[in-house]
Structures are given as C-alpha cells and as structure tokens.
C-alpha cells in the first residue's frame, strides 16, 4: 500500500501513487454500493464526529452514509447550535472532542487553515471537508474517481474548470491533484475571477470560453460563490451566462465525446443550461455524487488502515 497519510487535509501534500491508491480502492467500494449488501466491516467498532460549520447537503450526507457503510458509529454535531457560537474556541472544541475519544474527525469550516489546526490538536485522524477558499480534497479525489472511469484514464487529457476559480477550494485541490497526474489544465473565466498568481500554478488561462474549450476532454463548471463575494465581480448573472455559461453552442468547441462535470450545487441557466447538466450522454453530474459516497469510504478505511500500522509513517 502506497497511501502514507494520516489525515486527509489538501492534495498538496499527496504523491500520485497514493491518489492511485485511493481511487483504486474507491473502485471496490463502488462495487460494493451497487450490490445488495452495501455493507463492509472496516470501521466497525469506530467511531466517527462530522463537524459542519457551513451548511453542506452532498458533501455531508455523502460521508454520514460512507462511516454508516463502513460499520462506524457516526455522529454528526449540529455545529450551529454549538458551544462555539457560544464563545467556544476551536481549540477548546478540540479538547472537549479528544475527551470523547473518537477515531475519525470530518469537518468542514468556513475560514481556511482551520481543519490543519484541529488536526494538531486531536488524537483522530481529521478529514477536511472543505475549509475557506483553501482545499476541498476529496472532492478533487471522487472528480479524479469519475473522470478515471469515464474517459479511461487519469492521465494526459486536457482538463477545463470554468467560471469562479478565486473563491473556489474545489478548483484549487483539482488544479492540484490533475497537475500531479500529468494533464493539461486550464482555467476559463474573467479577470475578475482569476485568483492572483494564477500563473503560478502552471495552468493556462483563458477569459473566452470557446478558445479555452477548444479541443478539451473534460469540462468541469464551478458554482458561482456569491457568498464569498464582496464586491462586484460580475455585471451580473444574466451577463455571466452570455459569456461564461456551459450551452450547447459553447461546448461545441469541446471534443465530441467530452464529459461535462459540476461539483454542485449547480445554479441552472447562470453556470450551465439545464439541458446540458441533464444530458445522459455528456453530463457526469450524477455520477460523482456517487463516487462521492465510495471514494470517502475509501479515504476512512485506508487513514485507519495507517493509524493501524503504527506511528512509522508521517501525518500530512
């Protein structure tokens, strides 16, 4: 086994032979969901916290349903009624979370870096659910999960995101976890939603949506991120749509065979025409909310397949 980590916070730090790990166990998994048992052992025993700080429906219920799947005890704190708006800190949390000995942490939290703290204070491993505008790991892992198992292959394709990149952690952990896989990314959107220091990240970047579609295999759309905006980013969704929503004449720039993809939740006719989302020959929106459920059943059991091994390996 190439998988190393003891949590689960950002692709940063993955290396490609343990994104293959993860995917390839996911596989099994999905198997394991399609039959009549939808059941395994490998957390039996174990107890697992989800701890939302943003409202969530995927991401949440995806994992409640991966720990229930893996036999764990699951228990999710309605962190809005909690002791942190109360005038908890978020290390206190951390304590009084360490005194209930669970096994498996996943939070999601609204100001990023947050999750890496929690994780230095814990005796569990912590998976990050999403944190600020930093990373949304394994929802760049189940995206890798589905494009892997609807053109083939993880490797040398081209690869567009599209529309609000700076706010978006599911874009930053995907620019990531693509680049290390060896494909071509690029970036479409305005100026205005470019992050800085873009370039850096040695992706290309397009604000005309035709010219960056141009020949693609994937086309992944982002949701535009109107709860972190403070200013304005856009003249408005009616203009948005005109130049940067997924239609059909848009996509006919694509490969013929290019998947279409969107992370959710998916603002219809502002993002991407109902048609297309809906079109059971291009759209893959619908398969990663399942691979959502046996790629995050994958990442629990190989974390306590590790925690299990010893301390010999190094958390990251």
């Known amino acids: 086994m190439g998988f190393r980590a003891r949590h689960l916070l950002g692709i940063e730090h993955l290396a ?13 998994y999905v198997g394991l969901n399609r039959s009549g048992t939808k059941h395994s052992d490998a957390l039996a025993g174990l107890t697992q916290v989800n701890m939302f700080f943003e409202a969530s429906t995927r991401t949440q219920a995806s994992f409640e349903l991966a720990g229930k799947r893996l ?34 942490l ?3 939290h609204p100001q990023s870096g947050a999750v890496d703290l929690l994780a230095e204070k814990v005796n569990c491993a912590v998976l990050n659910a999403g944190d600020g505008r930093h990373e949304h790991p394994t929802q760049a892992l189940l995206d890798a999960l589905t494009i892997r198992r609807a053109r083939g292959r993880l490797h040398r394709l081209s690869i567009a995101i599209c529309g609000d990149i700076a706010h978006s952690r599911v874009a930053r952990s995907n620019i990531m976890l693509l680049g290390k896989m060896e494909n071509r990314v690029r970036l479409i959107g305005p100026p205005t939603l470019m992050p800085a220091g873009i370039g850096e990240f040695g992706v290309e970047v397009f604000d005309d949506m035709r010219e960056g579609l141009a020949g693609v295999d994937v086309v992944m759309m982002l949701r535009l991120q109107k709860e972190r905006m403070d200013g304005g980013f856009i003249p408005s969704e009616r203009e948005f749509y005109h130049r940067y929503g997924l239609d059909a004449e848009k996509l006919s720039h694509a ?17 991407i025409d109902g048609t297309i989302a809906d079109d059971i020959n291009r759209s893959v ?25 010893g301390p010999r390996e190094v958390a990251i």
Request: glycine share 6%.
């Open 16 to 28: 490609p032979d343990e994104i293959t790990d993860v995917l390839d166990l996911a596989e099994d």
């Open 71 to 104: 036999g764990a005890d699951v228990m999710s704190m309605a962190m809005q009624a909690s002791s942190v708006k109360k005038g908890e800190t978020l290390i206190d949390t951390a304590l009084t979370l360490n005194a209930m000995h669970p096994d498996i």
């Open 106 to 108: 996943v939070v999601r």
């Open 255 to 271: 490969k013929d065979d290019a998947i279409v993809m969107h992370p959710g939740p998916m603002n219809r006719g502002v993002e």
């Open 285 to 309: 929106i619908q398969e990663q909310v399942e691979m959502g459920v046996a790629l995050r059943m994958a990442a629990m059991d190989l974390l306590m397949r590790v925690r299990r091994a």
